[in-house]
């Protein structure tokens, strides 16, 4: 059995509210980028690169310092190497493109371990990390990030940013209920609602999942992550929280 991973499009311990501190300012510092004002009064100040400026995937240099930003965090949910409909393809994080903190505006009751920051961009707390890694050893990609509580005093586990370092096509329209999917005629359907019902009709192959344990999935939207039935049993063994994740079903 599979599961599928969601995060919610509200505020809540697994999207928490809050942000990168300082993030904008150590990509543009790192390349002497300088501020300017906004294009009007009621534009916040911009940086603008100076002479020296990042590469993007063809080679080319960045003209515009927001389209870099754009991109390198689109490098935290994307599949590197790969060209996206309105950029070049993706090169791996550099040192510098790392958060180095996450300041949340306020607590929430519930303990998560797998969160989603500000853009689509993902960490995780130790005890999970520790886990991903036994069982996939090399495969995704992390490092530490402070974890800031809102009056300053810093979170008690340690927390690391991760990119899922897989991706597979293992969903199968064609032995999928035709009732739980969206916008089937797409290659990349969406999963219908309510979720937890429409999941049990998605269909992904056990040999293109073969030994993974995490991954993204590259033909199917609205889940985030998928995972196997054993990293399942480990978090929930664990005492864990995650977000919402339900079965799908596999096939041969």
């Not at 800031?148 to 064609?174: T, Y």
Request: proline share 9%; aromatic share 12%; net charge neutral.
């Amino acid at each position: 059995m599979v599961w599928g991973i969601f995060f919610s499009s509200d505020f809540d311990a697994f999207s928490p509210k809050g942000a990168f501190r300082g993030y904008h300012a150590a990509l543009a510092a790192h390349f002497n980028a300088r501020q300017v004002p906004g294009l009007t009064p009621k534009h916040p100040p911009r940086y603008v690169f100076t002479d020296d400026r990042p590469l993007d995937g063809d080679g080319k240099p960045y003209e515009v310092f927001q389209i870099y930003v754009l991109h390198v965090s689109e490098k935290f949910h994307s599949e590197l190497g790969e060209n996206g409909y309105h950029r070049p393809p993706l090169l791996p994080i550099a040192a510098h493109e790392w958060p180095k903190e996450f300041v949340y505006d306020r607590t929430y009751a519930r303990k998560a371990a797998l969160m989603e920051g500000p853009n689509r961009m993902y960490f995780v707390a130790e005890p999970l990390r520790e886990i991903i890694e036994r069982l996939e050893p090399g495969v995704h990609h992390f490092n530490p990030i402070r974890v800031l509580l809102p009056k300053g005093e810093e979170h008690p586990v340690q927390h690391h940013m991760m990119v899922v370092g897989r991706w597979l096509s293992a969903f199968r329209l064609q032995e999928s209920d035709p009732k739980s999917l969206w916008d089937t005629d797409s290659p990349s359907p969406s999963i219908g609602l309510p979720l937890k019902e429409r999941c049990r009709g998605v269909a992904m192959s056990a040999e293109a999942i073969g030994s993974a344990h995490l991954w993204c999935e590259r033909h199917l939207r609205r889940l985030t992550f998928c995972m196997s039935d054993r990293l399942q049993a480990e978090i929930t063994a664990a005492g864990l929280h995650i977000p919402p994740h339900y079965r799908m079903r596999t096939s041969e």
